[in-house]
Antibody, heavy 117, light 112 residues
Framework: EVQLVESGGGLVKPGGSLRLSCVAS????????MTWVRQAPGKGLEWVGRIKSKTDGGTTDYAAPVKGRFTISRDDSKNTLYLQMNSLQTEDTALYYCTTRDGCYDWGQGTRVTVSS | QSVLTQPPSVSGAPGQRVTISCTGRSSNIGAGYDVYWYQQQLPGTAPKLLIYANSNRPSGVPDRFSGSKSGTSASLAITGLQAEDEADYYC???????????FGGGTKLTVL
């Protein structure tokens, strides 16, 4: 059974940084493309970005609102996906989900990020 | 405003059939990219994949749910509507002009 457990969320001031983690189990993590999706309070789903498997180049792509501020990385030895978020803005306040593959097949329960002064 | 347009809400009585549209452009659905559908029963809870690659159901998803795609649009159909189907539904695809994935704005389904 696929399990994705996000952590690292919390309250941070505008301009601050936060690193989210997602520990995966139940599948071969090193072969998987992984995606971050967020949902602001009362809003819809928003694609944040994706990282390919190392065998497929390990490259990343990001949504325009986070490009240059967020970085997705992975540690296949720890079955862990990361989202480094810098220069956080109030608009980044959301529930952040870790998902598998480009099509977002499996989802974690999310970790909440609140950006507020 | 999402590049994938969904109606904000749809409704139907138990047992009825409803459809939810997802209208895209030549840079996403019209370019041949696959469409995915998700169900989110409560805001703040993890969405669930309902349909992948336009019309395929993951194991465990009832065959009351079906997906289709034509031109620059896709649709999710739900037959034999049940109270438990009341949820938010989202479509998703890839967009070449954005070089990334996009979600539709979501549709709230109300079972009357």
């Amino acid at each position: 059974e696929v399990q994705l457990v996000e952590s690292g969320g919390g309250l941070v001031k505008p301009g601050g940084s936060l690193r989210l983690s997602c520990v995966a189990s139940g599948f071969t993590f090193s072969n998987a493309w992984m995606t971050w999706v967020r949902q602001a309070p009362g809003k819809g789903l928003e694609w944040v970005g994706r990282i390919k498997s190392k065998t497929d180049g390990g490259t990343t792509d990001y949504a325009a609102p986070v490009k240059g501020r967020f970085t997705i990385s992975r540690d296949d030895s720890k079955n862990t996906l990361y989202l480094q978020m810098n220069s956080l803005q109030t608009e980044d306040t959301a529930l952040y989900y870790c998902t598998t593959r480009d099509g977002c097949y499996d989802w974690g329960q999310g970790t909440r990020v609140t950006v507020s002064s | 405003q999402s590049v994938l347009t969904q109606p904000p809400s749809v409704s139907g009585a138990p047992g009825q059939r409803v459809t939810i549209s997802c209208t895209g452009r030549s840079s996403n659905i019209g370019a041949g990219y696959d469409v995915y559908w998700y169900q989110q029963q409560l805001p703040g809870t993890a969405p669930k994949l309902l349909i992948y690659a336009n019309s395929n159901r993951p194991s465990g998803v009832p065959d009351r749910f079906s997906g289709s795609k034509s031109g620059t649009s896709a649709s999710l159909a739900i037959t034999g509507l049940q109270a438990e189907d009341e949820a938010d539904y989202y479509c998703q695809s890839y967009d070449t002009s954005l070089s990334g994935r996009v979600f539709g704005g979501g549709t709230k389904l109300t079972v009357l």
